[in-house]
């Protein structure tokens, strides 16, 4: 029996059953089920296939370790370089932009702490508003306990500040406390 059969099956059971308090947790485990084989779903079609929509899941990277450290920066400024220096990771590095396309973790070991590192595609002008995947690049970072910004030393000074501009725009506080909530 395939995905899409068992799904149709647990929904025709949903159907069956009566709505009340005592067939409350029957249901919310149906419905559970049916969301873990749509999501097994749709990893095996972005696998498979690169049609739209295919690959998005790439990003999403199980939190490991310690510490979680996203490195960020526009293409080509040397982020698989160290992660492939400070790891066992091989991240591939070329002479052209855009190398990386999907987030790839390298994991550190230092002093006894388990730091994952994260190489992430480079960001472009007008990520924060979408363009070349930026809002999923940075969704990522802000999922880190530290964003590291990389920058090319032999480019412009206007890096920095383009990029800081970038972050702080979807929400990402630089060099700040948190506020103190409480």
């Known amino acids: ?20 308090k005592a067939t409350e947790y029957h249901l919310g ?10 999501t097994q779903l749709m990893l095996e079609n972005s696998a498979g296939k690169g049609g739209p929509g295919a690959g998005e899941k790439q990003f999403e990277v199980v939190k490991y370790g310690d510490a979680r450290v996203a490195m960020i920066g526009f293409p080509s400024v040397g982020k698989s370089t160290f992660l492939g220096a400070v790891t066992k990771t091989q991240s591939e590095a070329a002479a052209y932009e855009f190398t990386t396309l999907t ?6 070991q230092y002093n006894g702490a ?14 924060s508003q979408g363009k070349g995947r930026g809002k999923q ?44 909530i409480y």
Request: aromatic share 0%; charged share 30%; with cysteine.
């Open 137 to 180: 690049v940075i969704a990522v970072a802000r999922s880190a306990d530290l964003v590291l910004m990389m920058l090319d030393a032999t480019k412009a000074e206007i890096q920095r500040p383009l990029l800081e501009k970038e972050l702080e725009s979807v929400g990402i506080r630089l060099n700040k406390s948190p506020p103190n």
């Open 103 to 108: 987030c790839i973790p390298g994991i550190l």
């Open 29 to 38: 485990l149906l419905k559970s089920r049916v969301a873990k084989l749509r």
């Open 114 to 127: 388990t730091i994952q590192l994260l190489d992430l595609p480079g960001i472009i002008e007008g990520a």
């Open 1 to 20: 029996m395939g995905i899409l059969e068992r799904i149709k099956d647990i929904e025709l059971e949903m159907a069956r059953t009566q709505k009340n």
